[in-house]
């Protein structure tokens, strides 16, 4: 495989994405979780007054945010890999003579760009229509928004590929992913800004990979992130970064051969 | 149960299709079977997503008593009903009407219609996902636990006017599927459509008095989301009306009147589409 | 138009003729030279699978969540064959022969539970880049084209996915889509295309990096008279043109025929013939048939004296016969009856096939 392979799946990739726009669209407009979030947040904050410590703004921000980085940096490759298996489908990409996680990742990225191509100018306008919702960001820091929303993707990818790699040996693997994205959703700043969760479950927070495609990128873009803080939160991501490449890379192997085994 | 099909008159035809609904569904919990780790992995995924409702909705009350006007258990209460609802979207409406787009692209459409039995009954109640069929029962679970701790009675008339405004909000619910799949004849949609009934039903995950101004307006009068779990889950706590109960009902059944029609149209300009 | 469709068909027929021709009479000649360059070495290959049990009824249901029984199925029991550089091999036996799983350890898909392969000197299942750059697996059922995109995209991502020379890839495809005529679908959706079409395409697909092994399942599954015959003309032409080392499995009696000189017959995961058709049809059918047409009345017991009737209307019979006394009794006839005429015939390769088949159960 080489770069220019790899760039010319994504482009493929990429049109196969446009032809399902419609459907990429209400979806986008149907994942309202993010709202109802900001919604009862801003309920909270109306009831409580000072007691929390963020604005509303602050929220506004947030949760607008939310409802693009999460679609940007999620990834529905264990789903899609199960489906492969189910088909026959994977056989083909083994046939290839390029890594088949090279060829999910282009797929995942050709639908992330797509996705991209009409959520963050949504997002901007967004900011021009509404006067509540404002993000007063340094060119520097909007560069580091950006670094984390990549950093946490490819992250994300890695995650779910190593998840779809167990599915080798197990039917259970998209029940299992499930529960790892749920368990990360109290975790990744999904619920609620990390600065608001009781202290032990905030600790977890910055310490496991689930925040770092979520709550890392929105709490910089919002400004409650310091540089320190954002660069420790880039160590915690490319440490699971280099825990999940070898976890990776392990079950691939054995499972490849496994699959070489069972599959009828 | 989720609404049946309105123009089904007569004893006769109600046992012929009950039957149907017997068979069809004793050769999904079959077929099922097969599987049987994911009965297992299944369970525990949905009491995972209960205790994780649960605790998530606790962290709003770190910074406060109530939330607009609504306690720790009362929200709880809610929540268990949002999963009994959305349990039942997941078992009935999603394994059939779901799969509209995918029957219309198979040409599956094609079989459903040429059997002798009412087209509407045939892609809402063909199979049922037995795995979801938990979460009804654990929603109805934390709602217990929830009222007993809020610690007040439930009189028997506020049981009636639940099950009353139960029974409505599901009709809603499944008229409210059966619109939107209608969709997938048009050609319109593609699998997104399923994502949309969710989106819809996700946001009844917390009563309307969480949202304000326009959203809350948008969602009690436009979507269903007051009457599939806002409004039931107040009849619980003592907190509805006659009126409103009788509103309701006759909203349900409009829904349901509504759906078949919408259904009919969308079926005579498939035939004519695909013909 | 009526016309020129007979004329299509007459050439059809001629190249079935010429090909039937060629393999008739190659009989024993080109066996030796296999064992010369193998490109495909199969020594011993086992596979088996583990299946779950279960009968009918909602009672055996709920039993299979405790308690399970399982199966083994011998998929592959102990086959061994060599395949020579430009050879055409066609893989016939009934379903679940393990003709697919056999196909699947050679392209590398499944691990052989025992047995040594080689495919252009490389070990399947470690899918070396470059083994997969040489072979190609062609699914009858399954496509590897992008659904929603026209075909044409496929081919450029396998481009570069193949690492094809630009100029290597504007020859090839420019040979690849004459031949298998499909200038016309390939800026159209792939959704768009009727299945012949879209084999068609699926088939230029599998082809434009030009592996020089081509596994071919089910290649004419469900396609019309015209696209199977496409797409064995395609074939041919690719293998004779590139000398490209085929396996072909079919349920098409056809498409052998037409395309493979040497037979693999599997059943059971056991190896049951390997040679040509020919060699095939007189060993396993030890009958000819005889067709007589005849100028008069004659009755039936004097047409059984001959043989086995297996046909029989007023002014003509077909009688099978063992395949050496048939000129005895072809002269007998000739002699003995009001014949118009007389000729000879191998039985359908068809029957001589479901003969093998059936010989086993009985």
């Known amino acids: ?264 | 149960m989720a609404g049946r099909s309105p123009s089904l008159p007569g004893g006769q035809r109600l046992r012929r299709y009950l039957r149907l609904l017997r068979i069809f569904w004793s050769a999904t919990v079959q077929a099922e079977l097969e599987y049987r780790l994911n009965f297992l992995s299944n369970a525990l995924l949905s009491l995972f997503w209960l205790v994780w409702a649960a605790l998530g909705v606790g962290v709003y009350f770190r910074f406060g008593e109530t939330v607009n006007g609504w306690s720790y258990p009362e929200l709880l209460v809610v929540m268990g009903w949002f999963f009994a609802v959305n349990g039942l979207r997941q078992a009935v409406i999603q394994p059939n009407l779901g799969r509209m787009t995918e029957y219309v692209r198979m040409g599956t459409l094609d079989f459903v219609l040429t059997k002798p039995v009412n087209s509407q009954f045939m892609v809402s109640f063909r199979h049922l996902g037995i795995y979801n069929l938990l979460d009804p029962l654990l929603g109805i679970g934390l709602m217990v636990a929830a009222l007993i701790w809020r610690g007040e009675m439930v009189s028997v008339i506020d049981l009636v006017g639940w099950v009353v405004l139960g029974a409505g909000a599901l009709s809603v619910v499944y008229a409210l599927a059966v619109a939107i799949q209608s969709l997938a004849l048009w050609a319109i949609g593609g699998e997104a459509l399923d994502d949309l009934l969710q989106g819809v039903v996700e946001a009844g995950r917390f009563p309307v008095q969480m949202y304000r101004g326009f959203v809350r307006a948008l969602l009690t009068f436009a979507l269903p989301v007051a009457v599939m779990t806002t409004f039931p889950v107040e009849a619980l706590l003592g907190r509805t009306t006659l009126k409103l109960v009788v509103v309701v009902t006759l909203v349900a059944a409009a829904a349901l009147v509504g759906a078949s029609l919408v259904w009919r149209l969308s079926l005579r300009h498939y035939r004519g589409a695909s013909a | 138009m009526s016309f020129l469709g007979r004329s299509l068909a007459g050439q059809f027929v001629t190249r079935m003729d010429v090909a039937l021709e060629a393999r008739y009479s190659s009989a024993e000649g080109d066996r030796g030279c296999q064992d010369l360059h193998p490109v495909i070495t199969v020594d011993g290959l086992v596979k088996h699978f583990r299946v779950h049990r279960r009968e009918a009824g909602m009672r055996a249901g709920l039993r299979g969540l405790v308690h399970r029984e399982y199966a083994l199925v011998r998929a592959v029991d102990g086959i061994s064959f060599r395949v020579a550089a430009g050879e055409v091999v066609g893989f016939l036996g009934p379903n679940g022969a393990g003709k697919t799983t056999t196909l699947k350890c050679l392209a590398g898909l499944l691990y052989p539970d025992a047995g040594a392969l080689d495919v252009a000197g490389f070990r399947p299942f470690e899918r070396d880049q470059d083994f997969l750059g040489t072979i190609t697996f062609v699914m009858g059922q399954r496509n590897q084209l992008y659904w929603d995109l026209p075909a044409m995209e496929t081919f450029h991502a396998n481009r570069e996915i193949y690492r094809i020379p630009r100029s290597d890839f504007e020859a090839t495809l420019d040979v690849v889509v004459n031949l298998l005529e499909i200038g016309p679908y390939l800026d159209r959706p792939v959704r768009n295309l009727s299945l012949g079409e879209r084999m068609r395409c699926e088939l230029a697909a599998g082809l434009l990096h030009r592996p020089r092994v081509l596994f071919l399942d089910e290649p004419t599954l469900g396609l019309d008279v015209t696209a199977q015959a496409a797409v064995r003309r395609f074939i041919s032409h690719y293998s004779h043109d590139y000398s490209a080392t085929v396996l072909l499995t079919s349920h098409y009696m056809a498409d052998i025929t037409a395309l493979a000189q040497r037979v693999l017959v599997i059943d059971h995961g056991v190896l049951r013939h390997d040679g040509d058709l020919a060699a095939l049809v007189a060993q396993r059918a030890p009958i000819r048939q005889i067709t007589v047409t005849l100028t008069g009345d004659v009755d039936d017991r004097a047409l059984a004296r001959f043989g086995n009737v297996v046909n029989r209307s007023k002014l003509s019979a077909v009688i099978e016969v063992p395949r050496d006394s048939i000129s005895a009794v072809a002269s007998q006839m000739l002699t003995a009856l009001p014949v118009s005429d007389v000729s000879i015939a191998d039985p359908p390769i068809e029957e001589v096939i479901d003969r093998l088949f059936t010989e086993r159960d009985g």
């Open chain 1, 1 to 264: 495989m080489t770069a220019r392979s790899f760039l010319a799946l994504i482009k493929t990739e990429t049109a196969v994405a446009v032809e399902y726009r419609t459907r990429i669209l209400i979806w986008v407009l149907s994942s309202v979780f993010p709202l109802l979030m900001l919604a009862v947040w801003l309920s909270v904050e109306q009831t409580s007054g000072d007691r929390l410590p963020w604005s509303r703004g602050e929220l506004i921000g947030y949760y607008f945010a939310a409802a693009v980085v999460s679609q940007l940096t999620s990834s529905f490759l264990t789903w899609a890999w199960d489906e492969d298996m189910r088909s026959g489908a994977l056989s083909f990409r083994l046939l290839r003579p390029m890594h088949p996680f090279f060829q999910y990742l282009a797929r995942e990225v050709g639908f992330r760009l797509v996705m991209a191509g009409f959520l963050v100018p949504s997002l901007v306008a967004a900011t021009f229509a509404w006067d509540d919702l404002t993000y007063s960001l340094t060119p520097a820091r909007g560069l580091l928004v950006i670094v984390t929303v990549l950093c946490g993707f490819l992250l994300n990818v890695l995650i779910s590929m190593t998840f779809a790699t167990a599915a080798f040996w197990s039917t259970q693997m998209a029940n299992l992913y499930s529960l790892w994205w749920g368990a990360g959703a109290f975790l990744s700043g999904w619920i609620a800004p990390t600065e608001l969760l009781p202290a032990p479950v905030r600790v977890a927070s910055y310490l496991l990979p689930f925040r770092s495609s979520m709550g890392l990128p929105l709490d910089i873009l919002v400004g409650r992130s310091t540089a320190a803080q954002s660069t420790a939160g880039l160590l915690v991501t490319a440490f699971w970064f280099l825990v999940f490449t070898w976890a990776f890379t392990r079950l691939w192997r054995a499972g490849l051969r496994h699959y070489q085994a069972v599959s009828g």
